[in-house]
């Protein structure tokens, strides 16, 4: 069949869990890093749509081809791997440890920033022709996304950082509901759907994505934009870093996984 019900690809998740643990550290970061090239050239993808056309709800519909490019080819973002490999660790799978997860969270989130700081210093270049005339159009949006959403959030207080971490919970509410829609087709065309309707919902709705932001913030930063790296890592990547893991592992990994493999006894109808 071209669907797989719920117990079968909630077992997928946590065999995907398992194999992401062991995968040798050269393998990690190469996935990680191509990863958060792809999901940052459909960002610029997605901010130029919107510059073109006026209408932001066009660049969110148009988003998830860069993600459901990198599942197809088997790269790994942060926002999957928070959600699958803890799920490996509460099943008891042999050899697996908090260390072993650890460990893949540290090296996917290296790779994914290195594969989306390179593309923002590849589209520095194109946007100012060679770092020669001021950003252009795209440029100058990338730059002001980067200062409403670290300065916008700080003048807030902590208000602001409720409201930052709240958006990260439900980035990747939404997200990982898109890589588990990589697992329940075996077509490519049902993976594609399955996967493209939660990351258009997260990208309309401008939640917080810890990847994506790998890309839109030292790209404003190197486009001139008026913060701070310490305004970017305090005031976005931190908290909604810790949004991601809490929102994806609560909201899709654990309920999933309690109700589908972990099931509950029925009840008895006497």
């Not at 958060?36 to 660049?59: M, S």
């Not at 949006?141 to 700080?154: K, S």
């Amino acid at each position: 069949m071209a669907y797989l019900v719920p117990s079968e690809f909630v077992t997928k998740m946590v065999d995907a869990g398992e194999s992401k643990i062991f995968m040798s550290t050269r393998d990690t970061l190469i996935r990680a890093f191509m990863a958060g090239a792809i999901l940052a050239l459909a960002a610029v993808f997605a901010v130029t749509v919107t510059v073109q056309t006026g209408y932001p709800i066009i660049g969110a519909i148009l988003f998830p081809v860069g993600f459901c490019m990198l599942y197809l080819l088997g790269f790994d973002l942060l926002t999957g791997v928070f959600v699958l490999t803890p799920l490996a660790l509460i099943d008891k799978r042999p050899g697996v440890t908090a260390r072993g997860v650890l460990r893949n969270w540290g090296l996917v989130f290296t790779g994914n920033f290195a594969g989306a700081f390179t593309v923002a210093v590849l589209m520095a270049i194109v946007f100012t022709n060679g770092f020669s005339t001021p950003p252009d159009k795209v440029g100058q949006v990338i730059g002001h996304i980067g200062e409403g959403r670290t300065l916008g959030y700080a003048q807030y207080g902590a208000a602001g950082m409720l409201t930052l971490f709240v958006r990260g919970v439900l980035c990747n509410w939404m997200v990982s509901t898109g890589v588990v829609g990589a697992m329940i087709s075996t077509t490519v065309t049902g993976k594609v759907v399955a996967m493209w309707m939660p990351i258009m919902v997260f990208f309309a709705m401008v939640f917080e994505h810890s990847v994506v932001n790998m890309f839109l913030f030292p790209s404003g930063l190197l486009l001139g934009a008026k913060f701070s790296f310490m305004d970017y890592l305090i005031w976005n990547e931190i908290p909604t870093v810790l949004g991601n893991l809490v929102g994806g592992l609560s909201f899709t990994g654990l309920t999933l996984y309690a109700t589908h493999v972990r099931t509950a006894p029925k009840r008895s109808l006497g």
